[in-house]
């Protein structure tokens, strides 16, 4: 029997960091480092997440606590879900000091997040989405703009994505797909996705429930003929973190398999953790 995996996440006190931590520490597979890399706006000096209590470090502390010894050893996977100016300086941090990680954080220069990994000592699991059905959707939309490639020419796109307020960027989902709509034939740009962030206008317009104003995930692409005769709509509406807490769990198991497996210097996907091989 393989002996549980450590893991650190960071970007405490979010919510989705909390969620992962909640979730893993209830997981015989793991052992929650009561530690996490948190902002540089963040005062407090700990928080208390699932009955256990975790130290954490701001931006400027990260060396001290090297130095000290009081970081975990190489062994520990990173789970990263902070916020998205953070992403390039803290892969870098992971990737010089070995760490492998999971990075569910999206935003950051997404070409040089890559290029840390590629080709160097650890590995990552880079996702812009970690739900795993939402994973397989996706997939099933690149096997279709593949196969199909200019099915919807001359045809409109739409694009309507609700998060919670807290959530700075652009869904990083809805980008992903637009790639896709694009390969179809679509004409669209991530900058005319319509970004709603405004909790009141989730509830009277969207029917966002009350209780996951502060933590969803609504996707709406609608698609018109030029002559608006025909309209296909792909939806996906999200309450909640835990699905995504899943999939980040599964993840990290996947994660480790590939260090036992020694396949350093790469970047894999959820589709890659979906699929459960190399």
């Not at 997404?110 to 080709?119: D, I, Q, S």
């Amino acid at each position: 029997m393989l002996e549980s995996i450590p893991i650190m996440v960071n970007g405490l006190p979010g919510k989705m960091a909390e969620g992962v931590v909640e979730r893993a520490i209830a997981d015989s597979r793991f052992r929650v480092a009561p530690l996490s890399l948190t902002g540089p706006d963040i005062a407090d000096p700990d928080c208390v997440v699932g009955g256990l209590r975790f130290r954490l470090i701001r931006p400027e502390d990260r060396r001290a606590a090297l130095v000290a010894g009081e970081m975990p050893d190489e062994e520990c996977v990173m789970v990263d879900f902070t916020h998205p100016s953070a992403v390039n300086d803290n892969a870098e941090f992971y990737s010089r000091h070995g760490y492998w990680f999971v990075m569910g954080t999206t935003g950051g220069d997404r070409k040089a997040l890559v290029e840390t990994v590629t080709g160097g000592s650890v590995s990552a699991v880079i996702a812009p989405n970690m739900a795993k059905q939402i994973v397989g959707l996706q997939a099933m939309m690149a096997w279709g703009a593949a196969t199909f490639p200019g099915l919807f020419d001359g045809y409109r796109l739409c694009v309507r994505e609700s998060h919670q307020r807290g959530k700075a960027d652009t869904s990083g989902t809805a980008k992903a797909m637009v790639e896709y709509f694009n390969r179809m034939g679509l004409d669209f740009s991530p900058d005319q996705i319509e970004k709603e962030r405004d909790p009141q206008r989730q509830a009277a317009e969207w029917g966002v429930p009350e209780a996951y104003l502060t933590g969803h995930g609504w996707h709406t692409y609608t698609i018109d003929s030029p002559d608006e005769t025909a309209r296909f709509v792909i939806q996906h509406n999200i309450n909640g973190r835990d699905i995504y807490a899943r999939g980040t769990l599964d993840a990290i198991a996947y994660l480790d398999g590939m260090r036992r497996r020694d396949q350093a210097g790469r970047v894999f996907s959820m589709i890659d953790v979906l699929k459960g091989t190399e």
